[in-house]
């Protein structure tokens, strides 16, 4: 009886430079796809955080808990919306190098809308049980389960017939081993790269406000959002290059 394949150990600097290749490859469709589906998105909700009055300077955990909790109550449909819409544009990336290159814009927005229902259920469902896993058990089995499954939404992605459950499953088994270490030093190279970015530009841009305080306000707010624009989607692709390179080698 053949045994079943094995599990591969993921090369993290090749898995960055993957990711980068994926960019090189397929940047004219990626911009469009992240600017409608992550950056609009991005900063409709710095608006309304803005425009809600909540602080990120306010010292008292308890007061910007209660605020973030008047927000998610009285802007819940903005809030439904923005978790639909960046879901689909991660989706539709993941379909893009997953379902066969060669693909048209509209293909793949067409090819994504097909099966996205399934994929926004995993996805709210996975997201609610990190959130959970974070904020009430001591961070560490909320990354546990975020390293666990991370790879099950490239899973699905590649094989829709397979099913949520199969996805789950697979995904499961891909970051076993070492592997789930490789996608939590993944992610958090990606964030910590981006708050060093974001840092310099803060500080550069209150020089700047000296001049201007509204422009620089302006400013910051952009230059924010196309950050975490651009770290969505470098994510995004890591799961591509990171699901690619946990995929068993057939045979010998």
């Known amino acids: 009886m053949p045994m079943p394949p ?105 090819f994504a809308f097909r099966r996205f229902l399934p994929f926004l259920g995993m996805d709210l469902v996975l997201g609610i049980a990190f959130n959970i896993g974070f904020f009430s058990l001591l961070i560490v089995p909320g990354l546990f389960l975020l390293c666990r499954t991370w790879l099950a939404a490239p899973a699905y992605s590649a094989a829709p017939e397979r099913g949520l459950i199969g996805a789950l499953q697979q995904g499961w088994s891909l970051s076993g ?15 910590v790269g981006t708050i060093a970015i974001a840092t310099i530009t803060a500080i550069l841009l209150g020089v700047l406000s000296v001049i201007g ?15 975490t624009t651009a770290a969505w989607l470098a994510l995004t692709l890591l799961r591509v290059a990171l699901y690619r390179a946990s995929i068993p080698k057939q045979g010998m």
């Open 6 to 110: 094995r599990v591969r150990d993921i090369d993290f600097g090749k898995a960055f430079a993957d990711a980068g290749a994926l960019w090189r490859a397929e940047r004219e469709l990626l911009v469009p796809i992240a600017g409608v589906f992550f950056f609009v998105p991005l900063l409709g909700m710095v608006m309304l955080l803005a425009a809600s009055g909540i602080k990120a300077s306010e010292s008292d955990p308890q007061a910007m808990w209660a605020a973030m909790n008047a927000l998610a109550k009285s802007a819940l449909v903005p809030m439904v919306l923005f978790n639909i819409v960046t879901s689909f544009g991660s989706f539709a990336i993941l379909n893009l190098f997953l379902q066969g290159a060669g693909r048209t814009l509209g293909e793949v927005l067409q």
């Open 177 to 191: 081993r070492w592997n789930w270490l490789i996608v939590l030093l993944a992610v958090a190279a990606v964030f």
């Open 213 to 227: 305080r509204e422009a620089a306000t302006v400013a910051t707010i952009f230059v924010a959002v196309l950050l």
